[in-house]
């Protein structure tokens, strides 16, 4: 951990560590996860229900795109603010008794959080559901250390107790069915009867009493915290269950672990925030209970009290202006059940503590985009920018991933040197990659041409699932060792040269024939070699038009004005005229409107693929959502 | 170690920004005042808090007690905060007695959480309570008590006097004190963990009545 000072501004970036590494890439991951039916299921039951609740309680609220409005602007507040802003905080939590520690990493997080927790002389803390301390494997570093850490969150414990991996940030068990729940319950929990049946009802009321004990003789606690207030030192944590109530407030000792992102600069930022996270999030409109402490109160609630201020990576996140606005994300969740990627993937796929779209933007930039298996995440969504639609503080996801990609490949191509700290096992990401990558290419192609045979709802989601694979794959495949032209990029420059001249385009075109006679009978092609061959892997290419647009046109363009002639339209103003022009101008300089992109900058190989898809979830099409959005908000007011 | 942590975290940081960012204008168009009647309000209020599942019931100063009594039930030992106006409360029977909390867990008449499980009830008033979500906000003061009297007993009857309903939260919000240990009640505890169906009652107090005083 070295810092060079050179008296410049300039500190290299160090990227996080924990559990925000995927241990397996996000295309070979979701191909596992893609083959488990029940948890698809339960997954699309859960995000569709919620999807709707929270879409009822958003259009009850006339001023949203308001309270969106200064979410986001206090939030990118906070951001520019951040380093004067958390000084502020420290002062007034240690003004009100609290003790504020500084935690450059997840080893560096956990060890003080074990060392407090030896202080008070136990080997048992409760804790309150945490996307922090989960990032940073403390429940795992405390076990390491002889201590044993009580999830208390029903969902939570649900997946200690079944020794799983939470697959949502909002629901962590949400793919457990009640069966399997029961199952889990009666398995591990001490004093559990045959009787103990699968109604959530049942179920609940065995967490009350497995807990109940635990909750009133614990002398440590541990959270996380949902908002820091800077100008009071106040501490806020939004729950249901009352479990997040009986950890801030029973023990002596509270420890809460907070990403230094997770600051407002006042408490009258609160009013923003509690209007749109309960709303976002589990679509009530209000959370059953919520919390709020500065420091120590003498007589109420724990004795000591310490907040842990996480690092681990935000700041590198924080040092690339394209994409530190994920560190914006409230973590409520609304992105993921809306992900048509995430529906099919599961929340398992991503690797990281972060699933869904917000991870794929959050995890990569954390770890650093060098880190090889979360290299992956930026592919996986198809860019429909409904995650950006219903974030809560605008935070452009779509927009990020295309950033993230672009940032990817000039990091695979040694185009970027990366000023950060090299994130573990991820030294020579080019090498790395290949192996893998290779690997996932057997994978598909046993698949076949699976994308076609199987029903429309198999089919569409085996394109979800791979559609992100083979973009990513694609892309690597093109790209083998740093600097060295590849396929792709051979391909897109014979693209550039061919495509930037109407001459050389229109000479390409008299070769359509060929494509016809390749397609034969059933008018489709259904093997292409090399890279684009990734493309018929999972569909055909329709045969090639017998001629060209711009051949058609030159025979055909004056037919529009003959006609018109006939109806009695005629003058300089009209439209026709202007066509005219427009054809008469594109003969002129060899280009046409129908000529196709007329990119002229020369190895845009990437850049083009970027820019593309940049265009696929340009604003206009967005701001349509929105102002629809908008339209159903004005009418659910009614 | 600690203060070496804070110095590197904030050079970090400081590198981060070195594009140095602008702050925006933070636009706060959403509504800070309500523009409904108080019968509105109220009467929002009291939906909602049904929507959650708590029990709602608008009283008098005169018919309070009775409805208190109603609720404890003939037998009851129940809690409240030393500073809860008492003429608010049923008499005192043999089997229907309050327990006065001193509001400092560090006293020795304090309730320990053990005293506090085996209590039937807790009876509190409250600092002020959001229409639109349906918010009850308890702040910790003399009629409110400390945080663990309203949490551990299963049965929470909570006063909310008419003059502290308020329609939005910007409004709720400006009539706490930011330092206060502050918890904000949308009925009773809850959780959706299992496949999305909601069940009421955890961890929390399972039956929560509200009485609208006025």
Redesign the interface.
């Known amino acids: 951990m070295s810092v060079t000072s050179l008296g410049m501004p300039a500190v290299r970036p160090v990227h996080g560590q924990g559990n925000l590494h995927a241990q397996v890439a996000f295309p070979k991951a979701a191909k596992k996860e893609l083959q488990n039916e029940q948890m698809r299921a339960n997954i699309r039951h859960a995000t569709h229900t919620i999807r709707h609740k929270r879409a009822g309680v958003v259009g009850e609220v006339p001023d949203w795109s308001e309270l969106r409005d200064a979410g986001s602007a206090i939030k990118e507040t906070v951001m520019a603010h951040l380093p004067e802003l958390l000084e502020q905080f420290e002062q007034n939590v240690v003004a009100q008794g609290g003790v504020v520690h500084w935690a450059r990493d997840a080893d560096e997080a956990n060890a003080i959080v074990t060392r407090l927790v030896q202080e008070q002389d136990t080997t048992d803390v409760i804790k309150v559901k945490s996307m922090a301390t989960q990032e940073i494997g403390l429940d795992e570093h405390l076990a390491e250390h002889g201590i044993t850490a009580t999830e208390t969150d029903l969902a939570e414990l649900i997946v200690q107790l079944g020794r799983d991996k939470p697959s949502h940030i909002l629901v962590p068990a949400i793919h457990k069915n009640r069966e399997e729940i029961r199952e889990i319950f009666s398995r591990e929990m001490p004093g559990v009867t045959d009787e103990l049946t699968s109604e959530p009802r049942v179920l609940a009321e065995a967490a009350r009493q497995h807990l109940r004990e635990k909750f009133l003789t614990s002398k440590v606690a541990i959270s996380g915290a949902n908002f820091g207030i800077a100008d009071t030192g106040t501490l806020s944590v939004v729950e249901s269950e009352g479990n997040g109530r009986m950890c801030l407030t029973l023990p002596e000792t509270l420890i809460t672990v907070m990403g230094i992102e997770k600051l407002l600069p006042t408490y009258q930022d609160l009013e923003v925030f509690f209007q749109l996270l309960p709303r976002s999030s589990t679509g009530e409109r209000m959370n059953p209970y919520t919390s709020l402490w500065t420091g120590v109160t003498p007589g109420d609630g724990p004795k000591n009290f310490h907040v842990v201020l996480l690092d681990n990576g935000r700041s590198a996140v924080l040092s690339d202006p394209k994409g530190r606005s994920a560190l914006h994300c409230i973590r409520c969740s609304a992105c993921l059940n809306v992900c048509p990627v995430y529906e099919h993937a599961g929340g398992h796929s991503y690797g990281s503590t972060y699933p869904g779209p917000i991870g794929a933007i959050l995890s990569p930039q954390l770890t650093g985009i060098t880190s090889e298996k979360n290299a992956s995440l930026p592919y996986a969504s198809s860019l429909c920018g409904a995650c950006y639609q219903v974030c809560p503080v605008k935070i452009n996801i779509p927009d990020i991933l295309v950033h993230l990609r672009d940032e990817d490949i000039r990091t695979q191509h040694g185009q970027r040197v990366d000023q950060s700290a090299p994130a573990p096992a991820s030294q020579d990401p080019a090498v790395g990659g290949q192996d893998d990558w290779r690997e996932e290419k057997s994978l598909t192609q046993d698949e076949g041409r699976g994308g076609q045979d199987t029903s429309p709802r198999e089919g569409s989601l085996q394109q979800l699932g791979s559609r992100a694979r083979r973009a990513g794959r694609r892309v690597r495949e093109a790209v083998p060792s740093r600097g060295l032209p590849t396929q792709m990029d051979a391909m897109m420059k014979g693209a550039s040269f061919v495509m930037s001249s109407g001459q050389r385009m229109a000479m390409a075109e008299r070769g359509l024939p060929l494509g016809r006679v390749v397609a034969g009978r059933d008018h489709a092609i259904g093997w292409l070699p090399g890279v684009v061959g990734g493309w018929t892997d999972e569909r055909n290419v329709p045969e090639p038009p017998r001629e060209s647009f711009r051949n058609w046109w030159k025979k055909h363009e004056g037919e529009t004005a003959e006609r018109l002639e006939r109806d009695g339209v005629s003058g300089a103003e009209d439209p026709v005229s202007a066509d005219d022009a427009a054809a008469r101008h594109s003969a002129a300089t060899g280009g046409s409107p129908a000529d196709g992109p007329g990119d002229d900058e020369p190895g845009a190989g990437p850049d083009a693929v970027a820019g593309a898809a940049s265009e696929s979830t340009g604003d206009p099409e967005r701001d349509n959502i929105e102002r629809g959005e908008g339209r159903q908000q004005n009418g659910g007011r009614a | 170690m600690?203060a070496d942590?804070?110095t590197?975290?904030?050079?970090?940081?400081?590198?981060?920004?070195?594009?140095h960012?602008?702050?925006?204008?933070?636009?706060?168009?959403?509504?800070h005042t309500s523009e409904l009647s108080r019968e509105e309000i109220v009467d929002m209020l009291e939906d909602?808090l049904v929507d959650?599942k708590a029990n709602v019931f608008r009283e008098t100063t005169q018919t309070v007690a009775d409805r208190i009594a109603t609720q404890l039930g003939a037998s009851a030992r129940y809690v409240i905060p030393e500073g809860l106006d008492t003429a608010l409360l049923p008499e005192e029977t043999a089997a229907r007695r309050a327990i006065v909390d001193p509001?400092?867990?560090?006293?020795a008449s304090?309730l320990t959480?053990?005293d506090l499980?085996r209590v039937d009830a807790v009876v509190t008033s409250s600092t002020v309570s959001?229409a639109?979500?349906?918010?009850i906000f308890l702040s910790?003061r003399p009629d409110e008590g400390?945080?663990?009297i309203t949490?551990?007993p299963d049965h929470h009857i909570c006063i909310v006097p008419l003059d502290t309903v308020v329609e939005l939260?910007?409004e709720a919000?400006?009539r706490v004190e930011?330092?206060?240990?502050?918890?904000?009640?949308?009925?009773?505890?809850?959780?959706?963990?299992?496949?999305?169906?909601r069940?009421e009652?955890?961890?929390?107090?399972r039956t929560l009545d509200v009485i609208l005083l006025g």
């Open positions: 600690s942590a804070k590197q975290i904030l050079e970090r940081l400081h590198g981060a920004l070195a594009d960012p602008q702050a925006p204008e933070v636009p706060r168009g959403y509504r909602r959650y509001n400092d867990g560090r006293k304090a959480v053990r499980n959001c639109q979500t349906g918010t910790g400390r945080r663990a949490l551990v939260i910007p919000m400006s930011p330092t206060a240990p502050t918890t904000m009640i949308s009925g009773p505890s809850a959780t959706s963990d299992i496949e999305l169906e069940v009652g955890v961890h929390g107090p």
